[in-house]
């Protein structure tokens, strides 16, 4: 096995090459040589959802894909959604239904819930749940967050 190789990834509309251990854990990738800290490192086992990015617009749990799968592809992390300043919607949304607590898991469910909204833009309280129950939040009891993923559709389709 070679000790390192190169990957090449863009990572928030910004392309990155770096040499990476075959092994590297996207998250890590992120985290350690990238800098994106934004992204949690919670469970390390796919459970909780706190690792949570886009891959390719897909919600992508950052420690189970290693970052050489993730050569050639485009990742967006929590740092990536805020456009000129201005909050995502779902992230807006969020802090106006106090759907954030102590805030471990809160980029992974905005993440989470973006892609959500992009595959259905019109979503029930079931489908909100049902596309969020990979993330789990100690915290809020859900009801905020559902909330403000209606609000934050509301938002989208308002634009």
Same mark, same amino acid.
């Given at each position: 096995m070679p000790? @390192?190789?190169t990957i090449s990834v !863009? +990572?928030? @509309?910004r392309r990155y090459e770096r040499a990476v251990e075959p092994r590297t854990l $996207? =998250?890590?990738f992120l985290r350690d040589a990238l800098g994106? !800290?934004?992204?949690? +490192?919670? /469970?390390? !086992?796919? $459970? /909780?959802g706190a690792c949570t990015v886009l891959v390719d617009g897909a919600a992508t749990k950052a420690c189970t894909l290693l970052a050489a799968q993730a050569d050639g592809r485009a990742v967006t992390t929590i740092e990536g959604l805020a456009q000129d300043g201005a909050l995502h919607p779902v992230q807006e949304q969020l802090w106006h239904h106090h759907g954030v607590q102590c805030g471990y898991c809160t980029s992974g469910m905005v993440l989470a819930a973006v892609a959500l909204l992009e595959r259905e833009p019109s979503?029930?309280? %079931?489908? =909100?749940? %049902?596309?969020?129950?990979?993330n789990l939040c100690r915290c809020t009891g859900y009801a905020n967050i559902v909330d403000a993923v209606h609000a934050a559709a509301a938002a989208l389709a308002a634009r």
């Open positions: 000790e @390192s190789i !863009t +990572v928030n @509309s $996207l =998250i890590h994106l !800290t934004g992204s949690h +490192v919670g /469970c390390e !086992t796919s $459970l /909780c979503p029930t309280d %079931a489908q =909100i749940r %049902a596309g969020l129950k990979g």
